[in-house]
């Protein structure tokens, strides 16, 4: 196993790296920007290296201080948590050079998947549906024109390079088409330094599902359950939960099972997520892989007891998971609830501030993740996720209470400081929600104050 661990990363994430790397006897670094100097992973690691000033791409985003202070602090592997460096081919693949392991899939796997429209057709290839779709990039409007209308309409215009919920635009009708994609190539360029993108045919009232896998470099490949993520706005996800409700089990099943073979074709390697759209026929198409731990990914972990974080340290130090599809044992049900810092008022845009009244839930079955203190600040250079709330229960009628009573008890407050937590108590009453019979669309059809 590693001496020590760098965590390039901030907030919950690294908070939570942190944690598991503490109780495996791994010393950990965190590396942090000017503006969360005093966050709670640098007072929680071994060591701390101020990296930059806030912006990311002066920091977070900055591989050559992130190696360095590798270096410097004697780190032997990288656990680059979600977002930022995590799924980036080119630092997996210096870290390779600069003899350091990169805790995620080797490059290779990482540039393939990736690429959002070859990563389709490399996961046709290895039996699994796809939407109909370009599976290559589009480079010009009129091009567009003409897949799209083999495609048929409605169209999605997806970065190529994208992931997160951004760099998409949609197309309802011909027309529609020049704007989304005129829309869709620059968010991808502002977002990920690379305007490319494809099209998919575009499904507009689907269950978000999705699969959990852990690979190791000796080939063997486990599922740990499905679950949905179909509550979401502007397709960034609210709620997650675990199992898919309504979702049979013989269903579910054998969607692992295919999960599990495509994941083993493609050589995937460490934790992952493959993302599949659940339309109203029955029929699930996959529409993306998820390379590093997943936001979600607690709700896993409260039904089945198995620590991810631990099991990707494990794979990247021994080349095996610590555990074998027998161990894997799925138990009731868990909820989670992301508490971002935002104005449900004035749009869900983001606020920031100094939080003066903190008071998050606790009892019985409940969990949260989070880095916020009272007198913190909370930045207004990242994203404004404070913490996720998750909750497990025998049942998912009885979650679904916990989760409520959860939510009754957060309390973050402080000038100019406003939270998603009333809405996401709205989202669990709604009667579709209720009898697991909601779609993508349930967040958009419910009032935010």
Known sequence: MFGTVLIANRGEIALRVARTCKEMGIRTVAVYSAADEDSPVVRLADEAVRIGPP???????????????????????????????SEDADFAEMCQAEGLTFIGPPPEVLSMLGDKAEALRVLSAAGLPVLPGTHRPIASAGEAAEAAAQIGFPIIVKALSGGGGRGMAIAMRPSDLPEAYAQARNSARAVFGDERVYLERYVETARHVEVQVLAGRDGQVLHLGARDCSVQRRRQKLIEETPVPGLPAEVADRLCEQTVEAARAVGYVGAGTFEFLLDDAGDFHCIEVNCRIQVEHPVTELITGVDLVREQLRVAATGSPGITQDDVRLNGAAIECRVNAEDPARGFLPTAGTIEALTLPAGPFTRVDEYVRPGMSIPPFYDPLLAKVSVWAPDREQAIARMERALGECVVSGPGISTTTAFLTRLLAHPLFRDGKHTTALAETVDPV
């Open 55 to 85: 912006p990311a791409k002066r920091s977070y985003l900055y591989a050559p201080a992130v190696l360095q202070a590798a270096h410097q602090t004697g780190a032997e592997a990288i656990h680059p948590g979600y977002g930022f460096l």
